[in-house]
């Protein structure tokens, strides 16, 4: 089966790059989405499609995917960028899958 | 603006059933497909189930099939999900989210979600 898979953790300084992986056996010409999560709350949809951005999202989210990952980076990390970020991929049976999931800490 | 409104949820023994709802508002609710997502206490996202547009085509993830039927009724601006021979590993938080376009756009918008709690 189609699994994606998350460094269970990233942290970064204020201000500095925060770059979140997401690896899969074989992306293929799948596209990658990325959800922001903070506690409490509902998933946001920050990138679709590998690298566009929602209306309403900051420029420093972008997106990019080449060989077997699919990478989020935040560039000028902030204090409410603290979340759980979460990747996600629609695969060749018509399902969704999502990956394991990484908490960004800011300190 | 677009609104999702998750209900039903609540506490239900082993073995029992329970239908959730999603109430859709702000947006053409018909032509849209629309997707389950559930979240364990402590947990990350797990995908459930997906319909599209006019109900043709149904999807379920492997932890949930047989036991759970996921429908709409496009009159009603509603998304429902039917789930049967609940287990405690089905103790969730169940969002409601609308699909984007096709698979590759994701979810763009979610509810606030609805706990199922599976407990005797």
């Known amino acids: 089966s189609f699994e994606l898979t998350q460094p269970p953790s990233v942290s970064v300084s204020p201000g500095q790059t925060a770059t979140i992986t997401c690896s899969a056996d074989t992306w293929g010409d799948k596209y990658a989405c990325w959800y922001q999560q903070k506690p409490g709350q509902s998933p946001v949809q920050i990138i679709y499609?590998?690298?566009k951005r929602p209306s309403g999202i900051p420029e420093r989210f972008s997106g990019s995917n080449s060989g077997n990952t699919a990478t989020l980076t935040i560039s000028g990390t902030q204090a409410m960028d603290e979340a759980d970020y979460y990747c996600q991929a629609w695969d060749s049976r018509n399902r969704f899958v999502f990956g394991t999931g990484t908490k960004v800490t800011v300190l | 603006e677009v609104h999702l409104v998750e209900s039903g949820g609540g506490l239900v023994k082993p073995g029992g059933s329970l239908r959730l709802s999603c109430a859709a508002s702000g947006f053409t609710f018909s032509t849209y497909s629309m997707n389950w997502v559930r979240q364990a206490p402590g947990k990350g996202l797990e995908w459930v189930s997906s319909?599209?547009?006019?109900?043709?085509?149904?999807y379920y993830a492997d932890s949930l099939k047989g036991r759970s039927t996921i429908s709409r009724d496009n009159a009603k601006n509603s998304l429902y999900l039917q789930m049967n021979s609940l287990r405690a590993e089905d103790t969730a938080v169940y969002y409601c989210?609308?699909?984007?376009?096709?698979?590759?756009?994701?979810?763009?918008?979610w509810g606030q979600g609805t706990l199922v709690t599976v407990s005797s």
């Open positions: 499609q590998d690298t």
């Open positions: 989210a609308k699909q984007g376009g096709s698979g590759s756009y994701g979810f763009d918008y």
């Open positions: 319909i599209s547009s006019s109900s043709r085509n149904i």
